[in-house]
């Protein structure tokens, strides 16, 4: 990779993980307003979103930064770093609307743990001792865990991706030579 291609990435990919990341807050908003926060169910469809942008953000990279070819790993890579750059501005979101805009969240989606927990059959003492670990946790855990699926997520789309998007140069279209 020259120096050229380095900055030309970060750009792409950060102008893509922008995309994704509004995409998500957008998401995000949308939930937030229906009530569906802490809907499971309801949330994986912003696994659907990244997939679509995750698709057109490496194409994007491949046909104006690289020419129209890019290798697989070419593809994994930008495919990642479109996932981490999102994923931080989703993850800033998140923890602005749980800690600034609606602090209550945290006690909602503590009573949906603490709610798992009584039909797994756990009793008084040790739904009190498990929320208040949790509470502690929250954020943290929401920052490291989050942080941590959004990539991973995103790796493994890339995966699939990068596998349909890589386009190798074709040896027999290459410049002739005049001897």
Known sequence: MDNTTKPQLLKATLNWGLILGAASIAFTVILY????ITNKPASYVGILITIIVLYFGIKAYRDQYLGGTMSYGQALGAGVLI???GTIISIIFTLILFTVIDP???????QDSADQMMQRGMDDSQIEQGLSIAKKMFIPMMVIFGTLSGVFFGFLISLVHGAILKKDVNPFEKEKVIE
């Not at 307003?33 to 569906?36: E, P, R, S, Y």
């Not at 209550?104 to 503590?110: K, R, S």
């Open 33 to 36: 307003i229906a009530g569906l």
């Open 83 to 85: 996932s981490l750059f």
């Open 104 to 110: 209550g969240l945290i006690d909602t989606a503590l």
